[in-house]
Each structure stands twice: as C-alpha cells, then as structure tokens.
C-alpha cells in the first residue's frame, strides 16, 4: 500500500538503513544469568541476529548498571525514585507490578512517577538513539 514502510535487510543496506527498535519491559534481567524473567532479553537477542539494533528499556534495580550491554543489545534502566534503595514498584515484588502495588504503599505512591520517569526515558532513547518509529505497532 502507498505511504506504508516494509522493514526488510538486505545484503546491500548500510547500517543507517538497519532497523533500531526500542523495546521497553517492567521486567528484565538486572545482570547476566539473573534468575529474573529473561524472556524479553530473549526477544531482543533473537532480533538481534536477524539484523535489528535492539535498545532496551527497563525499570533501574538497586546494584544494576543504568546503562549497559547484555549480549549485544544496549540496555538502559530508568530510576523512579531516590535513594535507588527505595523503588518498590518494578522487580520488587514476588510476581510483577500487580502483586509489589498490593505488597507495598510506598509503590502505590510511586506508581506516577514510575510512568513519568518511563515517559522521560523513551522519548529520550527514541531522540538519541534514532529508534524508528515507524515500526512501532501495539502488540
């Protein structure tokens, strides 16, 4: 269709022309062989091999790098709250955000600036890494 973009490499594209996508998760690995739920990690390491530069945004965890890379792929952790040893939303509870909100009222508070902090960060990630926003479609 006219005005629609298809994302496909070929062997004659230069890097400006590879296909940079931000993937954002509440939960993710804080470091290599991390017991947390690698399944987004996963994602982005397969992407990865079919030529994609992948950028991944997850919540900070306290001892985590902000920014590093895991098996190729650059990931950025956004804090929501300082001291770092006080964030109660993500990665703190046993099941995910849901069980940490019931768990804690400090991450009920901590909740809006969660999602502010993850605003900041995307639309930072978005301008500085170049991700194509084309791509982006609700899954």
């Known amino acids: 269709m006219a005005g629609q973009t298809h994302h ?16 954002m998760a509440t939960t993710f690995p804080r ?7 690698k399944f987004i990690h996963d994602l982005s390491k397969e992407l990865e091999t079919q030529s994609v530069d992948v950028f991944v ?18 990931v950025y952790r956004y804090p929501y709250f300082f ?5 109660k939303v993500a990665l703190q509870g046993h099941g995910g955000i849901i069980p940490s909100l019931k768990q804690s009222p400090i991450a009920m508070l901590q909740l809006p600036l969660l ?11 978005y301008h500085t890494e170049r991700i194509d926003w084309s791509c982006c479609k609700a899954v």
């Open 57 to 74: 945004l997850a919540p900070h965890y306290p001892g985590a790098e902000r920014k590093e890379t895991m098996s190729g792929v650059t």
């Open 115 to 125: 999602i502010a902090s993850l605003t900041i960060h995307t639309l930072w990630i």
């Open 31 to 37: 470091w290599e062989d991390d017991t947390m739920p």
């Open 8 to 23: 496909t490499m070929t062997t004659t594209q230069t890097p400006s022309d590879t296909l940079r996508v931000l993937l």
């Open 83 to 87: 001291p770092f040893k006080y964030q």
